[in-house]
């Protein structure tokens, strides 16, 4: 069994709470990224969104610490397929807010990176999970 990948989907960076305006201003006015709406209402903490290519960045705030919210996601063809195939290998899986359209997860590589895996499904998440 293996996983097969589509595309990279987004990648998420974090700045400190007091930098987040000073980080759109970086990207949208210095960059040239066109910043996208965001789906605040399932998030605990501000960011911006942004297309970047056929891809997204996505800005979030965080404090410096051990675990981190940064991460890459990257879309596959099959994730119920690509989440029994992670398990098999002991992989743990952590369940993400749910985003319209997107079916995903994640899990820390054994080098302690954050990844994302997701599926866009076009319709509501059918997870049970948060």
């Known amino acids: 069994m293996s996983i097969t990948f589509t595309r990279i989907n987004h990648f998420h960076i974090c700045v400190e709470p007091e930098n987040l305006e000073e980080a759109k201003i970086f990207y949208s006015e210095i960059l040239g990224l066109q910043l996208i709406e965001r789906p605040d209402h399932i998030f605990e903490t501000p960011g911006y969104w942004f297309n970047i290519g056929d891809a997204q960045l996505h800005i979030g705030v965080e404090?410096?610490?051990?675990?981190?919210?940064?991460?890459?996601?990257?879309?596959?063809?099959?994730?119920?397929?690509?989440?029994?195939?992670?398990?098999?290998?002991?992989?743990?899986?952590h369940a993400q807010a749910k985003v319209a359209?997107?079916?995903?997860?994640?899990?820390?590589?054994?080098?302690?990176?954050?990844?994302?895996?997701?599926?866009?499904?076009?319709?509501?998440?059918?997870?049970?999970?948060?």
């Open 101 to 130: 359209g997107w079916e995903r997860f994640a899990f820390v590589d054994p080098f302690g990176n954050r990844m994302e895996l997701l599926q866009v499904t076009g319709k509501e998440s059918t997870s049970t999970e948060m």
């Open 63 to 93: 404090t410096r610490r051990h675990t981190t919210d940064r991460h890459t996601a990257m879309e596959v063809s099959d994730i119920k397929s690509a989440r029994n195939h992670l398990e098999a290998n002991d992989i743990e899986i």
